[in-house]
C-alpha cells in the first residue's frame, strides 16, 4: 500500500471506530467482542483498502465485514459455548450508557440475521436497499426480516414494566 492511501485508511479509522464501535456492540452485545470485531474487520478492509477506496465510501465495506464476521464468529460459538451454573461477578464500566439492558437483552435474543437487519435499518440509519446490499439479499427479506424482529422486540419489551409509557389513558 502506498503511503497516501494508507494516510487515507488512517484517516478513515479515526473518523468511523467510535460509530463502528458502537455498531459491533450491537451485533456482538459484549465491549471485549466488539473491539474484537471492530478490529478483524479494519484489518480485512486494510488488506483490500487500495480497491475498496477506489470503489467510492468505504464504510458499506466495512460495515458488511462486521455483520458477516459477527455472524461466523456466532456460528462457531453455538458449537463451542460452555454452560455454566453460576455467572462470575465483574466489575463492568458501561461504554454506552444510554443503552437499556432490556432492549440490548431483547436484540440480542433476535437470530443473528435478524439482528443485523435492525442494527442497520434502524441504528445505523440505512434504507431497505441500502441493507439489503450490504447483507447480500432482497429488499423483500430485508422487509420481512425487519417486520419479524420488530414484532419480536415489541413482545420482548412489553412485558417490561419499565419501557411501558407512563401516563396517558389507562
Known amino acids: ?24 456492540y450491537l451485533l456482538t452485545g459484549d465491549d471485549g467482542h466488539a473491539e474484537d470485531l471492530v478490529q478483524t474487520a479494519l484489518l480485512k478492509t486494510y488488506r483490500h483498502w487500495n480497491r475498496i477506496a477506489a470503489q467510492g465510501e468505504p464504510i458499506a465495506y466495512v460495515r458488511r465485514v462486521l455483520v458477516t464476521t459477527a455472524t461466523s464468529w456466532r456460528r462457531r460459538l453455538l458449537s463451542t459455548e460452555q454452560v455454566m451454573d453460576a455467572v462470575p461477578e465483574q466489575a463492568h464500566y458501561d461504554r454506552y450508557p444510554e443503552r437499556s439492558a432490556a432492549v440490548i437483552d431483547a436484540l440480542h435474543a ?10 442497520l435499518r434502524f441504528y445505523e440509519d440505512l434504507t431497505e436497499a441500502q441493507t439489503a446490499e450490504l447483507l447480500g ?4 427479506t430485508v422487509k420481512t426480516q425487519s ?16 419501557l411501558r409509557p407512563t401516563g396517558g389513558v389507562a
Open 1 to 24: 500500500m502506498d503511503i497516501d492511501a494508507e494516510a487515507g485508511f488512517r484517516e478513515f479509522v479515526v473518523h468511523r471506530r467510535a460509530g463502528l464501535l458502537r455498531t459491533a
Open 110 to 119: 433476535l437470530p443473528p440475521r435478524m439482528r443485523a437487519v435492525v442494527v
Open 137 to 140: 439479499c432482497s429488499v423483500g
Open 147 to 162: 417486520s419479524r424482529a420488530m414484532t419480536r422486540l415489541r413482545s420482548a419489551l412489553a412485558a417490561d414494566p419499565a
